[in-house]
Each structure stands twice: as structure tokens, then as C-alpha cells.
């Protein structure tokens, strides 16, 4: 069983360039996260989605954006990276149903450098 | 807004031995969950223990149990017969009871303590 499963695992960009992480769950589940890890600030969410074609922003929304085409997949993009965006990235996903007593499963990361 | 904090950034502890890593929060609200994740070097997030603010009683995983103090919204976890395995990066985590409205299930997490387990 795969759970959450993020691609790329590592990248490394340049300052200006784009790149879209895919995020795909088999969980069936309705709602999705993306959080960035930064040293010393713990984990902060991005944006979310809570069903098929819908987002929202969470924490920290500035220089991504994300979407939400197919329910097994939440796409984060960067349009025009920058070295501030160097960080660790999950995805996350949970049951709608008692979610709030329903854990996140997580994705291994992704971790981005940006020069 | 919620907030977590971890006002410990490293810990360490002897193998065998116990260790108690610190959590406090900030909320309005009555209904919540609080959780405990191990993030070990290989970057996987693994839920610890959970504790539902609803239960006076304590929550306890094996070798993991917590001090839930709702009063003082603490939330401290304590490690016995400490394990090579257990040395990580543990991180406390909130979420809102009330489904729905802005909460969705997301999590909010403390800054994180490194847990270092000495041989």
C-alpha cells in the first residue's frame, strides 16, 4: 500500500526557475496539505484542499500556488523560485469523515534547495 | 489562532533512561486533539501518541505516555527505557475539534526537539 506518495524526493533550482510537486494519496481521502519544515519553525502549512477543485491557503501561501484537479492528486507549484523557498516540503492527507480524530498520513519530502 | 511551542530544541538522555520533552499551547477552544510525531533522520513522519482534550486520562503507547495538563495547556511526552531507535526529531502537534468551518483537520505544529539518545 503506498499511502502518500511525493515526487520528486530532491531537486535543486535556480533563483527565477519553476517546478511543480505532485503529491498523489490512494487512501481515498478527501482532504490534502502541503507543509514546508524550516529549521527551528517546526512545520507550516501551505495551502489545503478539503475536496476535488477546491483550495485554500494556509500559513505561509505566498510564492505558491496549488491545485486540485483529480482528488488523488495536490499539485504544488513554484513559479518563480526563490532562495527563501529552500525547505523540506510535505504533503499530507486525511478522511473528511471524524477527521479531526482521523491522523494525517504523511509523504517521505521533498527536499528543495534554490541557489 | 493556535500556537505550539517547544521550548526545548535538543534534548538528550542516556539509553535506559527516561525523558520527558516539553509542549505548551495557546487556544480558545474546549475541543481539540493534541499528538505527538517522531520524525527520525530518514524524514518520515510517525505519529507517537494522541491525547483528546476531552480525556482527563493520560494517553500511553508502550514506552510513550504523556502528562496532559489542560489547565495549564500543557502537553509534555515521556520517554522510558530510552532507545538508539528513539533518537529523532519530535514535534507537537494541535488540531481543532470542531469540524469543518476553517479547520478542515489541519494540524498545527510546535518548533520541533531534537532528541538525542546516547549509548
Known amino acids: 500500500n503506498a499511502g502518500v506518495t511525493q515526487t520528486p524526493k530532491f531537486r535543486v533550482l535556480k533563483t527565477g526557475q519553476s517546478m511543480t510537486l505532485l503529491c498523489a494519496q490512494d487512501?481515498?481521502?478527501?482532504?490534502m496539505y502541503w507543509y514546508r519544515q524550516d529549521p527551528g519553525m517546526g512545520l507550516r502549512l501551505i495551502h489545503y484542499?478539503?475536496?476535488?477543485?477546491?483550495?485554500a491557503k494556509g500559513e505561509v501561501p505566498d510564492g505558491y500556488n496549488v491545485s486540485r484537479l483529480k482528488k488523488q492528486n495536490f499539485l504544488l507549484g513554484l513559479e518563480s523560485a526563490a532562495p527563501s523557498q529552500t525547505s523540506v516540503y510535505f504533503c499530507?492527507?486525511?478522511?473528511?469523515?471524524?477527521?479531526?480524530?482521523?491522523?494525517?498520513?504523511f509523504g517521505n519530502g521533498t527536499r528543495l534547495t534554490v541557489t | 489562532a493556535q500556537t505550539v511551542t517547544q521550548s526545548q530544541p535538543e534534548m538528550s538522555v542516556q539509553e535506559a533512561e527516561t525523558v520527558t520533552l516539553s509542549c505548551t499551547y495557546d487556544?480558545?477552544?474546549?475541543?481539540?486533539?493534541l499528538f505527538w510525531y517522531k520524525q527520525p533522520p530518514s524524514r518520515q513522519m510517525i505519529l507517537v501518541i494522541r491525547?483528546?482534550?476531552?480525556?482527563?486520562q493520560n494517553a500511553t503507547e508502550n514506552r510513550f505516555s504523556v502528562n496532559f495538563q489542560k489547565a495549564a495547556k500543557s502537553f509534555s511526552l515521556k520517554i522510558s527505557d530510552s532507545q538508539l531507535g528513539d533518537a529523532a526529531m519530535y514535534f507537537c502537534?494541535?488540531?481543532?475539534?470542531?469540524?469543518?468551518?476553517?479547520?478542515?483537520?489541519?494540524?498545527?505544529f510546535g518548533q520541533g526537539t531534537i532528541l538525542t539518545v546516547h549509548p
Open positions: 499530507a492527507s486525511s478522511s473528511a469523515g471524524q477527521s479531526q480524530n482521523s491522523p494525517l498520513h
Open positions: 487512501m481515498n481521502h478527501e482532504y
Open positions: 484542499s478539503v475536496g476535488e477543485g477546491t483550495t
Open positions: 487556544t480558545s477552544e474546549s475541543d481539540y486533539y
Open positions: 491525547q483528546e482534550a476531552y480525556k482527563q
Open positions: 502537534a494541535y488540531r481543532s475539534g470542531y469540524a469543518g468551518g476553517t479547520s478542515y483537520g489541519k494540524l498545527t
